[in-house]
């Protein structure tokens, strides 16, 4: 059994959570309206007007006028970012995060030692609620396809376990745009074909599947029938850490992808350093309206963690992308790979150029902003805000 586990509101929670005064307030981390920010997350009074996170502030504004926008603090989200991991880390190594507040657990190797997955996942959630004072919705099931999908269902304060014999009765009246990889276009095709629910595709044969949707058939012929081999792969194992956002409405205004991508872009480095890896291949993701999905790679000289060598650098691939014309965007995602395999080993001293020199300065500080953090968590940093544009 697989778990799957997402903080409630992640960002918003944790702001309440520093300021109780705001608790049952409609309550946004977001970027500013008046600067074409974008909602970060959501509280969940929030969202009763329809205020959702990746939604212009503005829009966000005129859905609920009495709205309260906070700036957002990365460095503290990071702290009990770590804080939750730890907890994840009591019971298994083999910890797979999505972002800085989701991640799915194999603890299937620590059974004998703290009893059966489903009471691993109920320790997890408690020490949560009574370590952070904050709120985890948990899914446990047979994959992770199932246990994503079992985490949201009864979101926020969710626990929801579903037994392999319970698979098929616990997918057939979904709707397919459930399923994983189902987006809005695949999700029109299936309607014209008659089908709405995981029951009926699970009807068709996998020949005819294959025959209307390729490669994209197979996949979904699996996940009809509730298969999914992808292991839990740690980040320390992984070929690259991306962080993504699917926009709840497609977005062109450049600076606002900026922002987003500033804010992915911290995240992923984040956890790049958590883990002691150094990368040296950057990479921009792009889905336009039409959904097709574009990737753009760069490859730096020397692997690194330092936000601003990596924002600077995927910035310059997403500005080449919007010189040359872009349509609205609906997903932007920013990863690293081509990691440095001996980063944990000391390397041998090498002459440093000018250049790596002043890196490595960079580089302190950020390690340095790290450590104070993870020590006094409090907003002491927000650099993101403080990085601009090369010239
Ligand atoms: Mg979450």
Redesign the pocket.
């Known amino acids: 059994m697989i778990i799957h586990a ?5 960002f918003a929670s944790v702001e309440i959570r520093e300021q109780p005064e705001l608790r049952g307030k409609p309550v946004v981390v977001a970027g500013r309206p008046d600067q074409r920010g974008v909602v970060a997350a959501a509280s969940y009074e929030a969202r009763k007007y329809g205020v959702r996170s990746a939604m212009p502030t503005s829009n966000a504004l005129k859905l609920c006028p009495e709205l309260i926008i906070l700036p957002g603090h990365m460095a503290l989200y990071s702290q009990v970012s770590a804080q939750i991991h730890a907890i994840f880390s009591r019971y298994t190594p083999l910890i797979e995060p999505l ?1 800085l ?2 991640a799915f657990l194999d603890v299937s190797t620590s059974v004998s030692l703290f009893g059966p997955t489903v009471d691993i996942a109920r320790r997890i959630k408690q020490e949560v609620r009574d370590e952070l004072a904050l709120v985890i919705s948990i899914g446990v099931a047979p994959n992770k396809f199932l246990a994503k999908i079992a985490s949201d269902l009864e979101k926020p304060d969710g626990f929801v376990v579903l037994e392999a014999a319970d698979v098929q009765h616990f997918l057939d009246p979904l709707p397919v745009s459930r399923l994983w990889g189902v987006g809005k276009v695949t999700e029109q095709r299936l309607h014209d074909l008659r089908i709405y629910t995981v029951a009926q595709l699970r009807q068709l044969p996998e020949s005819q599947l294959k025959h209307h949707f390729g490669l994209l058939g197979e996949h979904l012929w699996r996940l009809a029938h509730g298969q999914d081999k992808r292991a839990v792969t740690p980040d320390h194992n992984a070929k690259s850490i991306s962080h993504e956002t699917t926009f709840a409405e497609d977005i062109s205004d450049a600076d606002i992808l900026r922002g987003v991508l500033l804010n992915l872009t911290e995240q992923v480095t984040t956890r790049l350093r958590r883990k002691s890896i150094r990368g040296r291949k950057v990479q921009l993701k792009l889905r336009f309206d039409n959904f097709h999905t574009i990737t753009r790679v760069r490859s730096l000289s020397t692997a690194t963690d330092n936000t601003k060598t990596l924002w600077e650098s995927v910035l310059r691939l997403f500005d080449t992308e919007n010189a040359a014309g872009l349509p609205p965007i609906r997903l932007i995602g920013m990863g690293v790979g081509g990691f440095d395999t001996d980063s944990d080993t000391n390397q041998a001293p090498t002459q440093l150029s000018m250049f790596e020199e002043a890196q490595q300065e960079t580089g302190k500080l950020d390690k340095l902003a790290d450590d104070i953090n993870h020590r006094f968590g409090q907003k002491m940093l927000s650099r993101a805000r403080g990085i601009r544009r090369p010239e």
């Not at 997402?6 to 992640?10: H, K, L, V």
């Open positions: 997402d903080m409630d509101a992640f972002s507040d989701e």
